[in-house]
Nanobody
Framework: QVQLVESGGGLVQAGGSLTLSCAAT????????MGWYRQAPGKQRELVAT???????KSADSVKGRFTISRDNAKTTVYLIMNSLKPKDTAVYYC?????????WGQGTQVTVSS
């Protein structure tokens, strides 16, 4: 079983910054992908950014240049540094881990950006 524990959400003014963290515990295989998705009210969950064990990344066009994803493989922790936040970034952010055809999700952390 895998558990994902997120931290770092909150309320910030437009233009501000936040850093999200997610620690994975349980049976974690050496090859996996971790990352973040988000879901705004009334919208579908969407990719924010992911990072594989080897370091390759994917990110949504809407966050490129503003958000940075990184990971600490020794700690099985993934980070999302969010700069230049905009009100449209307001959403519940979910941590994700994918390995061996199984997907795992955190409970979500609220990020609210005020204008």
């Amino acid at each position: 079983q895998v558990q994902l524990v997120e931290s770092g959400g909150g309320l910030v003014q437009a233009g501000g910054s936040l850093t999200l963290s997610c620690a994975a515990t349980g049976i974690i295989f050496s090859i996996n992908t971790m990352g973040w998705y988000r879901q705004a009210p009334g919208k579908q969950r969407e990719l924010v950014a992911t990072i594989a064990t080897a370091g390759s990344t994917k990110s949504a066009d809407s966050v490129k240049g503003r958000f940075t994803i990184s990971r600490d493989n020794a700690k099985t922790t993934v980070y999302l540094i969010m700069n230049s936040l905009k009100p449209k970034d307001t959403a519940v952010y979910y941590c994700y881990l994918g390995q061996r055809f199984a997907d795992y999700w955190g409970q979500g952390t609220q990020v609210t950006v005020s204008s």
